[in-house]
């Protein structure tokens, strides 16, 4: 096979699909804008018909969190676990139901921005919150979906797209000497529309060495908004950073990073009969420097760069026997790196999947399998399927059962340094995860309750024997991971006002199996124990506070508990917040030994011309 050729073939043909797309002619259709479609499987689903773990943060979630950034929000859900290193997210590691930083896949509209590198820069793709829609949060393997990476969850960040004629200015000043300047513009023509956003923020940093500087710029535009629209993004995120004892051991004050992230993707949703096919191009861009003493590269520096090249076509059909998704993903990435090397890997992945409504639609059988290939770790399969049962109105019970897959980054294969070593020799890690759990739902109270096992062999881990030693990475024979999930929403009102409580709880335990190595960097210090808790309230009319409480309990013993809050003035175009982020200036680290801050404020002003 000529790999070059392959993916260019599947290039000019997406793009024939995209020129053609304006052939195709079909009647705007009527949406019912209270029902949200998920893309959790090749067929779209609504998010009631679902028969997994999925949780959606919804518009109306985003604009009332006490959050900033998407880092910060993300320790709101239950189940997903954001160990950060310093305010604003500047360098964070995403788990969910436990697992590694390694095995979350981060998408955004559909585009895969995983980075072959390492997963420690799964965060730095989180866009500013100004131009999200929605966020769904699949928990559970999903690599028969999205294929490898997704290998305890996946995220998929959909952005806006349904805008108004505006231009939005937005300053922010809190602790730290932390600043922020936002601007943007969006408009919405007779059939397109465009939205710019461009933000900077920076900080002097809560304590010796991590003062910060970040730049993003977000650009889409839509076009051919009435029948079948073609998307065109690009995404631009830079990070300067002070890495006081980020990495590594904590000793280590004065190490210094630098990254790049950027997407540029092009998409399409074609209509015609009962098809609908989806293809996509995207180029994903990573760039990470870091120096162990800053500014003085001579002493220890690495340099990284990434690139991938990407093309993907889904179809969907609709017939009397059900609903048939049919996917192939094709990418290659290429590293550039003075420690690593430099490599290629070429990837391809089919999904095909099949749903069955039967017993009066009350009973939903969902089977599928995804088929990869790399050009270093050869042919893989796993299949799933997915049950669930319609008890009445409120009610649905539901299981799903899968194999997931997730092949060693970069880093994993080929790192060296005074506290780390590689290991070339390290095989793929593999699970088979199953999950049982039953949800309610009605006008103003919905819950969910699940059990999950998830078996995982070859788990990749750094270890070592003794304390002294250097990190090595190598396949831990064997974890089981047990987990409980409950959640809990109440929505009603006050005086005409809506407020919203939610409660969750997630219990996880790890159990490594015949494992001779003493002490473990990542798998051993996931959640034990997490609760959180939120109320979004308001009593009257240009007034909205929004409290949140998160608790968490290691493995070894250690806990806190952190409470935030918000404020939100609107008055005519203007909106003031204050936020407040540790209130009660609790100690704790959320990983590498990395105290947080303490009690902090951040205020902001924004003002809206229509």
Same mark, same amino acid.
């Given at each position: 096979?000529?790999?070059?050729?392959?993916?260019?073939?599947?290039?000019?043909?997406?793009?024939?699909?995209?020129?053609? $797309?304006?052939?195709?002619?079909?009647?705007?259709?009527?949406?019912?804008?209270?029902?949200?479609?998920?893309?959790?499987?090749?067929?779209?689903?609504?998010?009631?018909?679902?028969?997994?773990?999925?949780?959606?943060?919804?518009?109306?979630?985003?604009? $009332?969190?006490?959050?900033?950034?998407?880092?910060?929000?993300?320790?709101?859900?239950?189940?997903?676990?954001?160990?950060?290193?310093?305010?604003?997210?500047?360098?964070?590691?995403?788990?969910?139901?436990?697992?590694?930083?390694?095995?979350?896949?981060?998408?955004?509209?559909?585009?895969?921005?995983?980075?072959?590198?390492?997963?420690?820069?799964?965060?730095?793709?989180?866009?500013?919150?100004?131009?999200?829609?929605?966020?769904?949060?699949?928990?559970?393997?999903?690599?028969?979906?999205?294929?490898?990476?997704?290998?305890?969850?996946?995220?998929?960040?959909?952005?806006?797209?349904?805008?108004?004629?505006?231009?939005?200015?937005?300053?922010?000043?809190?602790?730290?000497?932390?600043?922020?300047?936002?601007?943007?513009?969006?408009?919405?023509? $007779?059939?397109?529309?465009?939205?710019?956003?461009?933000?900077?923020?920076?900080?002097?940093?809560? %304590?010796?060495?991590?003062?910060?500087?970040?730049?993003?710029?977000?650009?889409?535009?839509?076009?051919?908004?009435?029948?079948?629209?073609?998307?065109?993004?690009?995404?631009?995120?830079?990070?300067?950073?002070?890495?006081?004892?980020?990495?590594?051991?904590?000793?280590?004050?004065?190490?210094?990073?630098?990254?790049?992230?950027?997407?540029?993707?092009?998409?399409?949703?074609?209509?015609?009969?009962?098809?609908?096919?989806?293809?996509?191009?995207?180029?994903?861009?990573?760039?990470?420097?870091?120096?162990?003493? %800053?500014?003085?590269?001579?002493?220890?520096?690495?340099?990284?760069?990434?690139?991938?090249?990407?093309?993907?076509?889904?179809?969907?059909?609709?017939?009397?026997?059900?609903?048939?998704?049919?996917?192939?993903?094709?990418?290659?990435?290429?590293?550039?790196?003075?420690?690593?090397?430099?490599?290629?890997?070429?990837?391809?992945?089919?999904?095909?999947?099949?749903?069955?409504?039967?017993?009066?639609?009350?009973?939903?059988?969902?089977?599928?399998?995804?088929?990869?290939?790399?050009?270093?770790?050869?042919?893989?399969?796993?299949?799933?399927?997915?049950?669930?049962?319609?008890?009445?109105?409120?009610?649905?019970?539901?299981?799903?059962?899968?194999?997931?897959? %997730?092949?060693?980054?970069?880093?994993?294969?080929?790192?060296?340094?005074?506290?780390?070593?590689?290991?070339?020799?390290?095989?793929?890690?593999?699970?088979?995860?199953?999950?049982?759990?039953?949800?309610?739902?009605?006008?103003?109270?919905?819950?969910?309750?699940?059990?999950?096992?998830?078996?995982?062999?070859?788990?990749?881990?750094?270890?070592?024997?003794?304390?002294?030693?250097?990190?090595?990475?190598?396949?831990?024979?064997?974890?089981?991971?047990?987990?409980?999930?409950?959640?809990?929403?109440?929505?009603?009102?006050?005086?005409?006002?809506?407020?919203?409580?939610?409660?969750?709880?997630?219990?996880?335990?790890?159990?490594?199996?015949?494992?001779?190595?003493?002490?473990?960097?990542?798998?051993?210090?996931?959640?034990?124990?997490?609760?959180?808790?939120?109320?979004?309230?308001?009593?009257?009319?240009?007034? %909205?506070?929004?409290?949140?409480?998160?608790?968490?309990?290691?493995?070894?013993?250690?806990?806190?508990?952190?409470?935030?809050?918000?404020?939100?003035?609107?008055?005519?175009?203007?909106?003031?917040?204050?936020?407040? $982020?540790?209130?009660?200036?609790?100690?704790?680290?959320?990983?590498?030994?990395?105290?947080?801050?303490?009690?902090?404020?951040?205020?902001?002003?924004?003002?809206?011309?229509?």
């Amino acid at each position: 096979m000529n790999r070059k050729f392959s993916i260019y073939e599947v290039i000019q043909l997406i793009i024939i699909l995209l020129y053609f $797309n304006s052939i195709f002619s079909q009647e705007k259709k009527v949406e019912n804008l209270n029902e949200i479609i998920v893309k959790s499987s090749r067929i779209d689903l609504l998010f009631s018909e679902n028969s997994r773990t999925i949780q959606i943060i919804t518009p109306e979630e985003l604009q $009332n969190s006490t959050a900033s950034n998407l880092a910060d929000l993300l320790q709101q859900i239950n189940g997903v676990d954001i160990r950060r290193r310093g305010v604003d997210g500047m360098q964070s590691d995403l788990y969910i139901r436990g697992g590694s930083f390694d095995q979350t896949l981060v998408l955004i509209d559909g585009f895969k921005t995983e980075n072959p590198q390492t997963g420690h820069h799964t965060m730095n793709m989180m866009i500013p919150i100004e131009n999200i829609e929605r966020i769904e949060i699949i928990k559970g393997p999903a690599a028969r979906i999205f294929g490898q990476n997704a290998f305890t969850g996946a995220i998929n960040i959909v952005t806006k797209t349904k805008v108004k004629n505006i231009l939005a200015g937005k300053v922010a000043y809190g602790s730290y000497n932390q600043n922020t300047v936002e601007l943007t513009g969006t408009i919405n023509q $007779n059939n397109s529309s465009h939205q710019v956003h461009y933000s900077r923020n920076a900080s002097d940093g809560y %304590r010796y060495n991590t003062d910060f500087k970040n730049q993003n710029l977000f650009v889409k535009s839509r076009f051919n908004t009435h029948t079948n629209p073609i998307d065109i993004i690009a995404i631009f995120l830079e990070r300067k950073f002070g890495a006081n004892g980020f990495y590594a051991s904590p000793d280590f004050k004065d190490q210094y990073e630098e990254t790049q992230s950027s997407l540029i993707g092009v998409s399409s949703n074609i209509s015609k009969n009962n098809f609908i096919y989806r293809p996509k191009i995207y180029w994903k861009r990573g760039q990470d420097m870091y120096e162990f003493v %800053r500014y003085k590269p001579e002493i220890y520096r690495n340099l990284h760069i990434t690139n991938k090249v990407g093309a993907a076509l889904d179809f969907k059909y609709d017939s009397k026997f059900g609903i048939t998704g049919i996917g192939v993903d094709i990418a290659e990435v290429f590293i550039t790196s003075n420690n690593l090397g430099d490599h290629n890997r070429f990837m391809i992945t089919s999904f095909i999947e099949h749903r069955f409504n039967i017993f009066d639609e009350k009973f939903d059988i969902t089977p599928g399998i995804a088929f990869s290939y790399y050009s270093d770790f050869n042919f893989h399969a796993f299949p799933g399927i997915d049950l669930g049962y319609q008890i009445n109105n409120n009610f649905k019970l539901y299981g799903n059962i899968g194999y997931t897959y %997730r092949i060693p980054t970069y880093t994993d294969l080929y790192y060296s340094s005074p506290t780390t070593i590689g290991n070339e020799n390290l095989k793929a890690e593999s699970a088979l995860a199953q999950e049982l759990g039953i949800k309610f739902n009605d006008n103003k109270l919905s819950g969910e309750l699940n059990i999950f096992y998830r078996s995982s062999d070859d788990l990749i881990d750094y270890v070592k024997e003794n304390e002294d030693d250097k990190w090595q990475a190598e396949n831990i024979q064997k974890v089981n991971t047990t987990g409980i999930e409950t959640s809990l929403k109440y929505q009603f009102k006050t005086n005409k006002f809506p407020q919203h409580a939610n409660l969750g709880y997630t219990f996880l335990n790890d159990d490594i199996i015949d494992s001779d190595f003493n002490f473990s960097r990542y798998t051993l210090n996931s959640i034990k124990h997490q609760v959180i808790v939120g109320y979004d309230s308001q009593f009257i009319s240009f007034l %909205r506070q929004n409290i949140s409480y998160r608790f968490v309990e290691r493995p070894d013993g250690t806990s806190y508990n952190v409470f935030d809050a918000k404020l939100t003035a609107n008055y005519n175009d203007i909106e003031l917040v204050a936020i407040f $982020n540790n209130i009660f200036n609790a100690e704790y680290t959320e990983t590498n030994l990395v105290p947080m801050p303490g009690r902090n404020v951040m205020f902001s002003l924004k003002y809206t011309f229509k």
